[in-house]
């Protein structure tokens, strides 16, 4: 079983940054392929950013450019650089561990983080 908790939400005007952790626990966390995801309320939950577990890095048409996934192996931790923020940004960003990774397709497994809220406003 995998638990994972996000951190690093908040309020930004437009143009700027956050920086999202996730950390999960178990010792197997370096074979994990991992997934940023946000949900706006009504909507469906969508892919932001994923990283395999060789850091292979997949981007989201709406994150190129701007966010960067990463992630530490030592720290049991993977992050999400969020840069140039815009106000469609906001969202709760969820974390997702140990999903499948088939070319740049993530599919999430059943371990969610509780979110964490970026509100991008003036």
């Known amino acids: 079983q995998v638990q994972l908790v996000e951190s690093g939400g908040g309020s930004v005007l437009p ?5 999202l952790s996730c950390e999960a626990t ?4 370096s074979y994990y392929h991992m997934g940023w995801y946000r949900q706006v309320p009504g909507l469906r939950r969508e892919l932001v950013a994923a990283i395999s577990s060789d850091s292979r890095r ?5 994150a190129k450019g ?3 996934i990463s992630r530490d192996n030592a720290k049991n931790t993977f992050y999400l650089l969020m840069n140039n923020l815009e ?3 906001t969202a709760v960003y969820f974390c997702n561990g140990g999903g499948f990774l088939n070319g740049d397709k993530y599919a999430p497994s059943v371990y969610w983080g509780q979110g964490t809220q970026v509100i991008v406003s003036s």
Do not use: I, K, M, V
């Open 66 to 68: 701007r966010f960067t």
């Open 15 to 19: 143009g700027g940054s956050l920086n």
């Open 26 to 29: 178990g010792s197997l966390f």
């Open 87 to 89: 106000p469609e940004d």
């Open 58 to 62: 997949h981007y989201a048409d709406s």
